[in-house]
Structure formats: C-alpha cells, structure tokens
Nanobody, 123 residues
C-alpha cells in the first residue's frame, strides 16, 4: 500500500493550495482517508477525514469554511482544498487510510500513512 501526498508549497497569507493524496495497492473504495498535519515542535493533529461514501468530518474549528475535503474513487485520490491560508496553517500535511472506513482524529486508528507534503504560509 502506498499513499502519495502532493501539492504543498509556499504561499502568501490568504492564498490557496490543493493537496492530493493518491493511493495504490488497496481497494480504495473500502477506505476512509484522513488528513493530518504536524507543525514544527507540535504533535500531529487530525484535520479532516472522508468516508468511502464521501461523507466528510472536520476536526479543527478554525479550518471550517476554509478547508474542503473530497475524493474521486475512480482515480483513487482524495483532495484537500485549502483557502484563505494563514501562517498558522504551516505544517507538513499527511494523508492516512483506515481499512474499516473509520474516520477519527486519532493517529493510531489509521493503518497506512503517506510521507507528507510541506505547506508553508509566509508571515
């Protein structure tokens, strides 16, 4: 199983990025996929998750209305559209997969992890 996160980069405050997570080696339709982030010196935190059917969960109040998660089962890919970015959104963003279609903000719930993509929002 491989999860490949991409789309990170350097952006000005107020800007947008779209992250992608491409999965291979699994039956993608059976998995919930979560996005986590880890800022320098901080613990990894759950950002959002999407069930196999497309239902989404958002775990960070400050992100609601700015971040949107979606999935394309035909492409084995999930997306995280991030708008109105703030410096505090700077982090490495990881995607993770749960084989039981369980969404959670708990790191240990997920079976597989990608390597992460760095998002830097300038001060």
């Amino acid at each position: 199983v491989q999860l490949q996160a991409s789309g990170g980069g350097l952006v000005q405050p107020g800007g947008s990025l779209r992250l992608s997570c491409a999965a291979s080696g699994l039956t993608f339709d059976d998995y919930a996929i979560g996005w986590f982030r880890q800022a320098p010196g901080k613990e990894r935190e759950g950002v959002t998750c999407i069930h196999s059917s497309g239902g989404e969960r958002y775990y960070v109040d400050s992100l609601k209305g700015r971040f949107t998660m979606s999935r394309d089962n035909g492409k084995n890919t999930v997306y995280l559209q991030m708008n109105s970015l703030k410096p505090e959104d700077t982090a490495v963003y990881y995607c993770a997969a749960n084989s039981g279609d369980v969404c959670s903000r708990v790191v240990g719930v997920y079976d597989y992890w990608g390597r992460g993509t760095l998002v830097t929002v300038l001060q």
